[in-house]
């Protein structure tokens, strides 16, 4: 059983940068590929991004791609990512998820951590 925890969350005004982190235990992280999905109040839960195992996969959500870096770090078990250029829009609870594989489909993730709250607001 993995267990997954974000964290980094906050309230940042657009334009500002923020760094998320996920941190995982109970299984062999390197063998996980990670994903990013958000929700935003009233709305679905949307793919952000996703990173493979050895990080020779990574890909975005067109609404993100150029502002948000996904990266990770094997021997930490921590999963990253970096959101710059913020814009109101962005305001969601971010969740992180451990898979076998790449998708950006939601059911395909086994493990889901909690969820940490970014708000983008002047």
């Known amino acids: 059983q993995v267990q997954v925890a974000e964290s980094g969350g906050g309230l940042v005004q657009p334009g500002d940068s923020l760094s998320l982190s996920c941190s995982a235990s109970?299984?062999?992280?390197?063998?996980?590929?990670m994903g990013w999905f958000r929700q935003a109040p009233g709305k679905e839960r949307e793919f952000v991004t996703t990173i493979s195992g050895n990080s020779g996969y990574l890909t975005y959500a067109d609404s993100v791609k150029d502002r948000f870096t996904v990266s990770r770090d094997n021997a930490k078990n921590t999963v990253y990512l970096q959101m710059n250029s913020l814009k109101p829009e962005d305001t969601a609870v971010y969740y992180c998820?451990?898979?076998?594989?790449?998708?950006?489909?939601?059911?395909?993730?086994?493990?889901w951590g909690q969820g940490t709250q970014v708000i983008v607001s002047s």
């Open positions: 998820a451990a898979g076998r594989y790449s998708s950006r489909i939601g059911n395909h993730y086994t493990y």
């Open positions: 109970g299984g062999t992280f390197g063998i996980y590929s």
